[in-house]
């Protein structure tokens, strides 16, 4: 980006105007070494303020000569394609270290434990089985019996 200085008029004539040499300073952002590209791109990454990284960017001219507004708008898929690339690669990384977290936690509270990781999920599984649906009988009698065996009652009695 650039910074002009601000012009004025001498003694307030604004048919005399007073001016000034520009200045024209680099963006803190830019792609001149290694170094700054590796920190630029990591900041783009991030997220944050990477739009304005991309106006600068899209605004860039041949060296020694300043921004033009607009000038190589096809910068905009660079930047597009490495945001979706970081994106899902930093999104795999998250879940992948989240899974493994949870599996060596899981795994470390069973380390005393006799049984082997495929029976403790067998048992867990039988644990926290539920029928599908319920069975009602359809005979008189059986529907008497079944719901008789379905009363609280009875099945404090019997456990």
């Not at 604004?14 to 200045?23: A, D, L, S, T, Y």
């Not at 403790?120 to 039988?126: D, G, P, S, Y």
């Amino acid at each position: 980006w650039y910074q002009r200085r601000v012009h004025g008029y001498k003694d307030g004539d604004i048919n005399k105007p007073i001016v000034e040499e520009r200045v024209w300073e680099r963006s803190p952002f830019h792609y001149d070494n290694i170094m700054h590209a590796m920190l630029t791109l990591f900041v783009v990454a991030t997220f944050e303020g990477w739009p304005g990284i991309l106006y600068v960017s899209i605004d860039s001219n041949e060296a020694d000569i300043g921004p033009k507004q607009d000038y190589r708008p096809y910068v905009f898929f660079y930047y597009f394609t490495y945001l979706i690339i970081i994106a899902f690669f930093m999104i795999n990384i998250f879940v992948g270290f989240v899974i493994v977290t949870f599996q060596s936690e899981g795994e470390a509270s069973f380390q005393d434990c006799a049984l082997d990781k495929n029976q403790r999920n067998c048992i867990e599984f039988a644990l926290k089985a539920k029928p599908v649906r319920r069975y009602i009988p359809k005979n008189p009698l059986q529907y008497r019996l079944w719901r008789l065996q379905h009363r609280r009652f009875v099945n404090i009695l019997c456990f």
